[in-house]
C-alpha cells in the first residue's frame, strides 16, 4: 500500500485519531519532539513498521498498520500530524492564562 491509495478524507481521519490520542494521554511534548526528529528518517522507520508488521499484527489486533506505515513514508504527512496534535493541544487547553492578564492585578484590590 501506497500514501497515494490513501483518501484525504482517510488520511485526515487516521492522523486526527492519532493526534487525539496523544493529546488525551498528554504526551504532546514528547510526541512533538520525537516526530520533529525522525522527519527527516519518516521513511525508513516506515519501512521497518512493513517489516515488523507481521509480528505485530500477530500480537496486537491493529487493522490500521498498513494505512499509517504508508502514511509515514511522507514528511508532508508527518507534518500535518504535527500541526493536528498541536491543535488539538491548544483546543484542551483553553485560555486559562488570557483571563489572569485580563485582570491585570491577579484579583487584587487596590482600594
Do not use: C, W
Not at 514528547?30 to 521513511?43: D, M, R
Not at 513514508?73 to 507534518?79: A, L
Not at 492564562?97 to 492585578?105: D, F, I, P, R, Y
Amino acid at each position: 500500500m501506497f500514501s497515494t491509495d490513501i483518501s484525504p478524507e482517510r488520511r485526515n481521519e487516521i492522523l486526527t485519531k492519532i493526534a487525539r490520542k496523544t493529546v488525551e494521554l498528554r504526551l504532546t511534548p514528547i510526541a512533538i519532539v520525537l516526530l520533529e526528529s525522525t522527519k527527516p528518517l519518516s521513511f525508513v522507520g516506515s519501512q521497518l513498521m512493513v517489516f515488523f508488521q507481521p509480528i505485530i499484527t500477530a500480537l496486537f489486533p491493529f487493522h490500521q498498520y498498513e494505512e499509517i506505515a504508508a502514511l509515514l513514508e511522507e514528511r508532508s504527512n508527518i507534518e500535518l500530524l504535527i500541526q493536528t496534535i498541536e491543535q488539538l493541544e491548544e483546543e484542551r487547553r483553553g485560555t486559562p492564562q488570557k483571563t489572569l492578564s485580563k485582570e491585570g492585578n491577579h484579583g487584587k484590590n487596590k482600594d
